[in-house]
C-alpha cells in the first residue's frame, strides 16, 4: 500500500495527537493560567514536574514513533536479544542534553543485552555527530571478535541536526558519486565546478558503515532515523539486508524508553508521517527555491541604503540596514508543497501517475506501520442540523455554501467510522478523512486531495471495535475565489 497512489492515508501530528488522546491527568491538570494572566503551577517542586514532563515525553514517543520499514516482521524483537549499537550519535542525539535518557539505558531497561566492547569504543570517540557525521568503522579484532556473541540485530543510529534558528545546508563538502549524480535530478555544479552530496542523504562513512555492518552476519540489522527532518531513505527501503527502520525524531529527555518499547514490542506503534518523503529531494520543485536561505546586501560592519525614499539625506534613500544579510523564503509553489504536489501530480498524469508516484514517493504522508492489523467497517456522515448521509447520498450543495453576509446553514460535519482490530495483538489506529475537490482547468487552484480531519482509537485489543467520531469543518471544503475566476 505504502507505494500506491491513493488519496486515502493516515496520518498523526504527534504532538497534536498526544493532546487528543489525553495528557496525564498529573500534568494537564497541574499547569493553568489565572485570571491574572499568570501561569501557575500546583507542583511542589522542581523534581515533581521534571517527572510529569517525563511521563509526557514518553507518550510523545510512544504515539508519534513510526514504523517506517518492517521486513518479513523483524520487529518486535523479545527484549533478550544479544544487541550490537552502531553510530556516533547513540550517545549525543539529536534533540538531547545532558541529563536526557540515552539509548543505551533505555535498550537495558528493556531488557536487551548491548555488546560493551562497541560501547566501551563509542564512549572514547568524540567525533560531534551535529557537524560532521563522520562515522567510523576502524574496529579491532577484539570489537569483531564479541559481533559472534552479541549478534542477533545491529542497530544502527542515524542522525540529523537542524531546525529552527539553524537551517541545514544544501551543500556538503562531499562530492556525489557517479551512482549518486544518476539518481539526483537536480544537483547543480558549485562555483569550483564540482557537485557535492547535500545535508539530508548518507554520507560516505555513514555508507561504509552500513556496508561494514552487512559483511559481519548479524541477524537483523535495524535503523533508527535521529532527525526532525525527512531524509533521503530509498536505497535503505530497497536494501534487503536492511530489515527495519524505525523514525524516532527528537527523543528529548526520556522518548528513547518509548522507543526501545516499541523495539521490544511492549509499545505497538502508531505514528504516521506528517510530510511525503520522496526519494530523489533534488527532484522535488522546492529544490530549486531554496538555497542557503540568505539575500546578500553588503559586506560585514558596511551600512547600505536599500532603494525607496530618502532616508537622513543618504543618496538612493530606503532603509538603512547594517546587517549582512535577509532571511527568507518565496513560496513559488503555492499550494502544491509536501503530499498536495505529490497526490496532485500523480492525479493529473493520469494511467501513469501511480507509476511515477511509485518511483518519486519512499514513504507517503500518513504513512506508518504496525503490529497488527485494522479494519474499517462502516463509515456514516452526519450533518450538524441532524441530517444523516450513508450509502453514496448526496448532500444539498446550498446547504454547505454561503455568501457575505450569510453564513452556511450546516457548519460542521461529523464523520463515524467503526475500527476493528482484526490482527492478533492490542494496538491503535489513525483515521484520517480527505475531500476530492472539484478542479477546472483556469480556475481556481485545488490539490487533487486535502487532509481535513484525523483521529486515533483508544488501544484496541484483537477483535475489539472502536467508532471513532472525526468532526469536519465546512469551510475547509470550500474554494476561496480571490479573483472570480469560477
Known sequence: MKKSFKSSLAVILSIAMILAAGMPHAFAAQVGM????????????????????????????????????????????????????????????????????????????????????????????????????????DFNHSIENSFAMYGDAAIIVLSRGGGEGSDIATVTDEEASEEELAAHKGYVAQEDGKIYKHFLQ???????????????????????????????????ENDEDVDAILWIGRPGQSGLLSSAGILSGRINPSGRTVDTWYRDFTADPTWQNVTNNKQSVGKDGVTYVLPGEEADGEEGGGIVVSSTSYHGIDYEEGIYLGYRYYETRAFDMGEDGADW??????????????????????????????????????????????????EAEVKTLTVEVEVENTGSVAGKEVVEIYI???????????????????????????GKKETLKITVNVQDLASYDADDAN
Open 34 to 137: 489565572s485570571s491574572d494572566g499568570k501561569y501557575y503551577t500546583d507542583f511542589e517542586t522542581l523534581e515533581e514536574a521534571q517527572a510529569a514532563a517525563n511521563i509526557v515525553a514518553q507518550q510523545i514517543a510512544a504515539e508519534g514513533n513510526v514504523l517506517l520499514k518492517n521486513q518479513d516482521e523483524t520487529l518486535p524483537l523479545s527484549g533478550k536479544e544479544y544487541i550490537s549499537v552502531f553510530g556516533v550519535g547513540q550517545d549525543n542525539m539529536s534533540g538531547q542534553s545532558g541529563t536526557n535518557v540515552r539509548l543505551q539505558q533505555a535498550l537495558e531497561e528493556e531488557g536487551f543485552k548491548l555488546n560493551p566492547t562497541l560501547l566501551s569504543y563509542y564512549a572514547k570517540d568524540n567525533t560531534s555527530v551535529s557537524r560532521t557525521f563522520a562515522e567510523r568503522v
Open 202 to 236: 548518507m554520507t560516505n562513512t555513514e555508507l561504509e558503515l552500513l556496508d561494514y555492518v552487512k559483511a559481519q552476519g548479524f541477524k537483523k540489522i535495524i535503523y533508527l532515523i535521529n532527525s526532525s527532518e525527512i531524509f533521503e531513505l530509498g536505497d535503505l
Open 357 to 406: 508516484y511509485a518511483d518519486a514517493v519512499v514513504y507517503p504522508f500518513g504513512y506508518g506501520l504496525s503490529y497488527t492489523t485494522f479494519a474499517f467497517n462502516s463509515i456514516k456522515v452526519t450533518l450538524d442540523n441532524g441530517t444523516v448521509i450513508e450509502g453514496g447520498d448526496s448532500i444539498d450543495a446550498a446547504l454547505l455554501g454561503s455568501v457575505i453576509g450569510q
Open 436 to 462: 476530492n475537490a472539484p478542479y477546472t482547468p483556469g480556475e481556481v487552484e485545488k490539490a487533487a486531495v486535502k487532509l481535513v480531519g484525523f483521529g486515533k482509537t483508544s488501544e484496541l485489543r484483537p
